[in-house]
Structures are given as C-alpha cells and as structure tokens.
C-alpha cells in the first residue's frame, strides 16, 4: 500500500479505483499530455483509466518508498498526480536512479501545489534511505523546470542519459540529516515492509508491462513533469 502523506495545504494517498474519473479527466487533457512521451497517449475512456491506476498499483503500491501518488487537498479536491519511481536508463533494460514527476490538473496550476507535494515525497524518499533523486522534463517545459530550481535540484544541463531522448536533467541529494524530515511538516501513514534502498531496477519494473517503454522526457508510464506553461510563477 502506497504510503500516505500529508503536507501543509495538501493530502497525499495511492491512487484507487473510485479516482478513475479523475484520471480520465486529467490524462484525456492535450495541455497535460504535451509534456508526456510523445504527446498522444490520452486516456479516453473510464476503463482506460482504471486500467492506468491498476498498472501504477502493481508496479510501486507495495512498494515503501516509491509510489504513485493522488494530490488532493486536506477537503479531498483532487489536484493530480505526483511519483517517485525508478527511471530507465537509455540503450539499457535497467534502471539505476530514481525519479520525481508531476503532472497537475490546469485547475491546480499557479498555486505552488507542485512544489509542495514535491517537497513532502522528496522528505518520505531521503528519511527512508534514498540519497539521489532526478527529474526529467522536455528542454521546453521551463515551467517545470522553475519548480525543479525551487526544490533545490541542481540543472546538469541536457542529457540522454534516459529514456533515449535529450531531456533537461536536474538532480538532488539527500541532506545530511535526512534521518528526519528537513521542514518538520511532513507526515507519513504505515507502509509495506522491504528494501528501502534505490537499488537497480529492471526497465519493467519502471514502466508498465506490455508497454512501450517509450524511452523520451516524461515517458507516460507514468514519468517526467507536467506543471503548465504558467504553473507556480514567483512561487515557492
């Protein structure tokens, strides 16, 4: 069971069957899709949609440090989707580093909501053990990209060291007293047992079985930041 965490303005919880409305509405959505793989794969239909939250739960909902997560606030208004999961590595079926994306419903855009979720699953990943995060994002989402700088992910430039495209690298580390969360206001439900470590992954375990691992800046598996072209301006 994806573990369940809580920021100040926002509730963080797996994904289940009930949200595949919400899904299909975020993800049948052209400006959301752009900076997903190569900008086609809308979901368009409920059972589409309930098949998308069905391959997240089987790939990271046991899992006690990755996970894909809802983004709602504290009232349950569904905002979108934050993950933290292993990233495949080009011209290789494996997947050595791990990940954090998000991708927000246009409603959701320009209130720092990203940034925040953000924060609380990179606090969940560094207190539980991992030490290295990236993010990936088309060269063109500078939206994203300022929500990467405001999280304190340092830009290694362009890169193709995944999914066999050139994307925007950023990256960040664990503090040194990643023993505990770094803000304090971050809580966290029960999880699973397991390796709480980031250790090397097979590319299906990263993306959906039987898909195209598509091997580009946000990959629909899903992958990569999706924030809107006007998303979280001047916000931190």
Same mark, same amino acid.
């Given at each position: 069971?994806?573990?369940? *965490?809580?920021?100040?303005?926002?509730?963080?919880?797996?994904?289940?069957?009930?949200?595949? @409305?919400?899904?299909? !509405?975020l993800y049948s959505r052209a400006e959301v899709q752009r900076w997903l793989g190569d900008g086609t794969q809308r979901v368009r239909t409920l059972a589409a949609a309930g098949e998308k939250i069905e391959r997240w739960n089987e790939l990271h909902g046991s899992h006690p440090v990755h996970g894909v997560w809802l983004v709602s606030t504290h009232e349950g208004g569904p905002l979108?989707? *934050? *993950? *933290?999961?292993?990233?495949?590595?080009?011209?290789? !079926?494996?997947?050595? !580093?791990?990940?954090?994306?998000?991708?927000?419903?246009?409603?959701?855009?320009?209130?720092?909501?990203?940034?925040?979720?953000?924060?609380?699953?990179?606090?969940?990943?560094?207190?539980?053990?991992?030490?290295?995060?990236?993010?990936?994002?088309? @060269?063109?989402?500078?939206?994203?990209?300022?929500?990467?700088?405001?999280?304190?992910?340092?830009?290694?430039?362009?890169?193709?060291?995944?999914? !066999?495209?050139?994307?925007?690298?950023?990256?960040?580390?664990?503090?040194?007293?990643?023993?505990?969360?770094?803000?304090?206001?971050?809580?966290?439900?029960?999880?699973?047992?397991?390796?709480?470590?980031?250790?090397?992954?097979?590319?299906?375990?990263?993306?959906? @079985?039987?898909?195209?691992?598509?091997?580009?800046?946000?990959?629909?598996?899903?992958?990569?930041?999706?924030?809107?072209?006007?998303?979280?301006?001047?916000?931190?």
């Amino acid at each position: 069971m994806t573990v369940a *965490l809580r920021t100040e303005r926002l509730t963080l919880r797996g994904y289940d069957a009930a949200d595949a @409305p919400f899904v299909l !509405d975020l993800y049948s959505r052209a400006e959301v899709q752009r900076w997903l793989g190569d900008g086609t794969q809308r979901v368009r239909t409920l059972a589409a949609a309930g098949e998308k939250i069905e391959r997240w739960n089987e790939l990271h909902g046991s899992h006690p440090v990755h996970g894909v997560w809802l983004v709602s606030t504290h009232e349950g208004g569904p905002l979108g989707t *934050l *993950l *933290l999961k292993p990233i495949p590595d080009s011209g290789a !079926d494996t997947a050595h !580093d791990i990940e954090i994306g998000w991708h927000l419903h246009p409603r959701a855009w320009g209130h720092g909501y990203a940034t925040e979720a953000a924060r609380g699953v990179l606090e969940h990943a560094f207190s539980a053990g991992v030490t290295r995060v990236v993010a990936v994002t088309y @060269p063109g989402n500078q939206a994203s990209q300022a929500v990467c700088r405001r999280l304190g992910m340092r830009s290694l430039g362009l890169s193709r060291a995944y999914y !066999d495209a050139e994307c925007a690298l950023f990256e960040i580390t664990a503090p040194a007293d990643a023993s505990a969360p770094a803000t304090g206001r971050t809580s966290s439900g029960p999880g699973a047992p397991g390796d709480h470590g980031p250790a090397e992954r097979t590319a299906a375990d990263a993306e959906p @079985p039987g898909r195209d691992v598509g091997r580009r800046c946000g990959s629909d598996g899903p992958g990569g930041v999706v924030d809107g072209s006007r998303d979280n301006r001047g916000r931190s």
